[in-house]
């Protein structure tokens, strides 16, 4: 049961009569990295809120890190990070005190988080700007800070959603060094993206169409199976059956 | 307890770091007090009156004079003529204009009875009204003068007035605690719902809302600061009030702190309903404007009396909390009361600050479905 990191089963959200998340069934292994894709709209967030305990499901069942979400959703939230689409630090705060904040968010203090402090700031390389306001770092830095933050507290798995949207290939090379990193610690990674180059970068992904999931594989095995070259070439083939447009 | 104390530190760091936020907090209850105790005034002061005097004779001169020396008026013209009023009028100055009726004095003395005409400039009706009761109470209290010295008999029943708790008229005393609910009103609601939907824009909710933090921990983390920045205007207010317009305090502080802590909740948990409802901050501060402070300014008695209010609006200000806080405080203010007298409005109040409070948190906690 524990090897699994998410588990879920026939997992549905509707919201009035609109099913945004259709009987979604799969599993992710503990410490890989897992690519969760699809188009706009197609139900990547809502299945993402609902395994984060943002969103209550409708029906089925899901685990996280052995965990019911709906029985269990408050000891699911110390074990899992999360960074989102949006960016999340406060950029009126330094650095220094969007660590401290989070930090105390997630129960370190003292010691633990003075440590925790320097250890980050030194692995994202923040020397010379720990004492500046987040605004005025570039976006690569604030993400790449997003997301330490977001396992400042050693979760189990880390949700991140499309967490290198706008930032150009260069830093985006170097995110994803970062996530490797962190999957080398042992946690877990949940990604969702756009960039079909990233989605080679992952131990599986799995794309939805319209709330489903319509292929769930290592990228290798899914070239096989859909003799494609790339992954972007099956997800257009995928996209293109949707019904659904953009959100 | 660790993470909540983290959480009103950022708080207090951020509303500090932004000077606009400052500005609104500390500046406006100093400026909006200034204003309203300097520029905004129902009494009147030195308003120019005119006098077409058809008498010229010792007690019109007199009168006239009497009228001239007041604070209120300022004289300005003779008139000779009735076809003159409307000139006068129209010219735009002078707003009073006394008609002495011929042979003044002597009908005074003989029969009792002489009639003053006083013809006022009703464009402003406000105005209007308040100066020919000024007029009135001069030209009465002249009587009563000339009573005692025996020279004219009593004529009818004269009233004797005494306006109690505020015998200038100061409106400022009215206004000023008015102006604490309509304040507190300003930051608590629109400030906290301001900064919440701020956090939702900004993606920070998400995180907060993901990690183990209790929503209850959030609203009140958010709410936290803005409960004790209140309370610090509220002080200055009361400062200001006091050493610039004077205005008396008579009741008990404890018991009046204590119903600005309520009024705060109040306004504190409709701040998180707005934000609850409100997806931007535009939204959130257009909701607050439109829909909290209008009313607080309009319905709560704060500048129109409810009870001259039609019977429908009279209803809708029964569910305005500034209408029950303005009652208590201006009793517990001008008249000195205590709880014995103000416990159904504090009950109502508390009552009020409860609903809304239960009302926000369901709210909240409904969004995290």
């Known amino acids: ?247 | 307890m660790n993470s909540f104390n983290g959480f009103v530190v950022k708080e207090f760091k951020q509303i500090f770091r932004d000077k606009r936020t400052l500005v609104v907090l500390f500046g406006m209850p100093i400026i909006m007090l200034i204003l309203f105790g300097f520029a905004i005034r129902n009494e009147v002061k030195n308003v120019k009156i005119g006098v077409l005097d058809l008498s010229k004779d010792a007690v019109t001169r007199e009168l006239t004079q009497k009228l001239a020396s007041s604070e209120a008026f300022e004289f300005s013209v003779y008139l000779s003529t009735y076809d003159e009023v409307e000139e006068v009028f129209k010219a735009g100055e002078i707003k009073e204009i006394i008609v002495f009726e011929p042979n003044f004095s002597e009908k005074l003395t003989l029969e009792g009875i002489a009639n003053v005409q006083v013809i006022t400039d009703a464009t402003d009706p406000n105005l209007s009204n308040i100066v020919q009761s000024y007029t009135g109470a001069i030209i009465r209290d002249y009587i009563q003068e000339l009573n005692y010295q025996g020279t004219t008999l009593q004529q009818g029943i004269q009233p004797t007035i005494k306006m109690m708790y505020n015998p200038e008229l100061k409106s400022v005393n009215l206004f000023v605690p008015g102006l604490i609910a309509v304040i507190l009103m300003l930051i608590s609601a629109l400030m906290t719902s301001i900064s919440i939907t701020r956090e939702k824009e900004m993606g920070n909710m998400e995180i907060l809302l993901v990690s183990p933090l209790k929503p209850i921990h959030i609203i009140i983390g958010k709410v936290l600061p803005y409960l004790v920045l209140s309370v610090i205007n509220v002080i200055t207010i009361l400062i200001l009030a006091h050493f610039i317009f004077e205005v008396p305090f008579r009741g008990s502080y404890i018991l009046f702190f204590i119903e600005a802590i309520i009024f705060i909740l109040t306004a504190l948990a409709l701040g998180v309903f707005i934000s609850s409802v409100a997806n931007n901050q535009q939204t959130a501060m257009m909701v607050s404007l439109a829909g909290l402070l209008l009313p607080t300014v309009l319905l709560s008695g704060f500048i129109f009396p409810v009870e001259s209010m039609p019977y429908p609006l009279q209803m809708v200000s029964h569910i305005i909390p500034a209408k029950w806080f303005l009652i208590v405080v201006r009793s517990i203010m001008l008249k000195g009361s205590g709880i014995e007298i103000l416990w159904m409005e504090t009950l109502i109040l508390f009552g009020i600050a409860l609903f809304f409070m239960a009302l926000s948190m369901k709210k909240f906690n409904v969004r995290l479905q």
Not at chain 1, 109 to 123: P, V
Not at chain 1, 136 to 149: D, M, R, Y
Not at chain 1, 223 to 239: C, D, H, V, Y
Request: aromatic content about 10%; glycine content about 8%; charged content about 30%.
């Open chain 1, 1 to 247: 049961m524990y090897d699994f990191a998410i588990q879920t089963n026939e997992l549905s959200r509707t919201f009035g009569d609109f099913t945004a998340v259709d009987r979604i069934t799969f599993d992710v292994k503990q410490g890989e990295i897992f690519g969760f894709l699809g188009a706009n709209g197609a139900g990547k967030t809502t299945a993402m809120k609902m395994l984060t305990g943002l969103l209550t499901p409708t029906s089925g069942e899901a685990r996280v890190s052995g965990l019911d979400v709906f029985k269990e959703a408050e000891e699911i939230k110390q074990n899992i990070g999360y960074m989102s689409q949006k960016f999340s630090l406060y950029d009126d705060l330094t650095p220094e005190e969007n660590i401290e904040f989070y930090g105390g968010v997630y129960g370190l203090k003292g010691q633990e988080l003075n440590h925790k402090k320097e250890e980050l700031i030194h692995s994202v390389g923040l020397e010379k700007f720990r004492k500046k306001l987040v605004r005025s770092l570039p976006l690569g830095w604030k993400q790449k800070l997003a997301f330490s933050i977001s396992i400042i507290h050693n979760p189990k798995i880390v949700f991140l959603d499309e967490p290198t949207g706008g930032v150009d290939p260069v830093t985006r090379r170097q995110f994803w060094e970062k996530i490797y990193e962190v999957s080398n610690q042992g946690i877990t990674v949940f990604v969702t993206t756009h960039y079909m180059d990233e989605a080679e970068y992952c131990d599986r992904v799995s794309i939805m169409v319209d709330g489903r999931i319509e292929a769930l594989d290592s990228p290798d095995e899914l070239k096989r199976t859909f003799n494609a070259k790339s992954i972007e070439e099956i997800f257009i083939q995928l996209a293109r059956s949707a019904e659904r447009g953009e959100e």
